[in-house]
């Protein structure tokens, strides 16, 4: 199992930005798809963004695409959000996952989590 921290959170008006970053702690980081969920207050998780092993395919939710690109960095062992043109309804809980299947994104199954990074935008 992939040990996962999340760092980048917090509180930013509407229209601002924040990049999130997850860093990994296995050596075959780079064999993994790697994605992002949230989880709002009294709501389930949800999917967000997802990349493949070697950045080269991404996948995104409807609700964010166009304002948040994932990216990853295998020398740093490190996933980032970019989260641009954010909005109140982003406000979440914002949850790193690795998948062992380097190529899925479509279907982003996660294996390991990390402990989640707070994101609150403000109107």
């Known amino acids: 199992q992939v040990q996962l921290v999340e760092s980048g959170g917090g509180l930013v008006q509407a229209g601002g930005s924040l990049r999130l970053s997850c860093a990994a702690s296995?050596?075959?980081?780079?064999?993994?798809?790697m994605g992002w969920f949230r989880q709002a207050p009294g709501k389930e998780r949800q999917f967000v963004a997802a990349?493949?092993?070697?950045?080269?395919?991404?996948y995104y939710a409807d609700s964010v695409k166009g304002r948040f690109t994932i990216s990853r960095d295998n020398a740093k062992i490190t996933v980032f959000l970019q989260m641009n043109s954010l909005k109140p309804e982003d406000t979440a809980v914002y949850y790193c996952?690795?998948?062992?299947?380097?190529?899925?994104?479509?279907?982003?199954?996660?294996?390991?989590w990390g402990q989640g990074t707070q994101v609150t935008v403000s109107s």
């Open positions: 996952a690795a998948d062992r299947r380097p190529y899925s994104i479509a279907n982003f199954q996660p294996n390991s």
């Open positions: 296995v050596r075959t980081f780079s064999t993994y798809a």
């Open positions: 990349i493949t092993w070697s950045g080269g395919s991404t």
